[in-house]
Nanobody, 123 residues
Framework: QVQLVESGGGLVQAGGSLRLSCAASGGTFSSYVMGWFRQAPGKEREFVAAITWGGGRIYYADSVKGRFTISRDNAKNTVYLQMNSLKPEDTDIYYC????????????????WGQGTPVTVSS
């Protein structure tokens, strides 16, 4: 089973940038589609972005298209989320997950989640 640890969250002003990282261990990282979700207390979890194992297919939520970029380095077992032009509504806890792509959706595997890293965007 893959263990996932996110880092890179923090406080940033609107219009600023952050780069999140998700380091994987304990499994075959390159076998999985990797993705990012975000969730605030009391809100539903929202899909943000996903990337296939070779990076050949990338998917974004409409709310982040053109601002966020997902990438992965299979040699380092790490997936990244570069977040630019941040808005206050991007404030959330960001989670990475490992899973697969099916029926047009990213399907995280149960238990293949990181602990989350908080992002706060001030106006």
């Amino acid at each position: 089973q893959v263990q996932l640890v996110e880092s890179g969250g923090g406080l940033v002003q609107a219009g600023g940038s952050l780069r999140l990282s998700c380091a994987a261990s304990g499994g075959t990282f390159s076998s999985y589609v990797m993705g990012w979700f975000r969730q605030a207390p009391g809100k539903e979890r929202e899909f943000v972005a996903a990337i296939t194992w070779g990076g050949g297919r990338i998917y974004y939520a409409d709310s982040v298209k053109g601002r966020f970029t997902i990438s992965r380095d299979n040699a380092k077992n790490t997936v990244y989320l570069q977040m630019n032009s941040l808005k206050p509504e991007d404030t959330d806890i960001y989670y990475c997950a490992a899973g697969f792509w099916a029926n047009g959706l990213f399907r995280p595997l149960e238990g293949y989640w990181g602990q989350g890293t908080p992002v706060t965007v001030s106006s």
